[in-house]
């Protein structure tokens, strides 16, 4: 799964499930701090999908409103220990 973003201090990852997203672009809406923004890559649903804003990274403070709001699930925030348990698990 493509992460957009690792946060090693706070210890949570910003994922996108690019196939599966719709290109509403709600989570680039509600994003508190801007941090998302268009791309110009397609996926198969014909969608251009959300991407972070050249050196952003460090202002995701993992708040999952991206998450929250999107239609498709494909935006979402896990925590480091529960990214470990899933490696643990396969
Ligand atoms: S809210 Fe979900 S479906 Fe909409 S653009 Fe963002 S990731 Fe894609
Ligand atoms: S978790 Fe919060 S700060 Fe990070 S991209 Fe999603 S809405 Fe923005």
Request: one cysteine or more; charged letters at 30%; hydrophobic letters at 30%.
């Amino acid at each position: 799964m493509p992460k957009l973003i690792e946060n090693k201090e706070k210890k949570f990852s910003l994922f996108l499930n690019s196939d599966r997203c719709g290109g509403c672009f709600a989570c680039i809406a509600i994003c508190p701090t801007g941090i998302l923004e268009i791309s110009d890559e397609l996926n198969y649903r014909n969608a251009y999908i959300p991407k972070i804003k050249e050196g952003k990274e460090k202002y995701c403070f993992g708040c999952r409103r991206c998450e929250y709001c999107c239609p498709d699930w494909c935006i979402y925030v896990l925590d480091e220990e529960i990214i470990q348990t899933e490696k643990v698990k396969t």
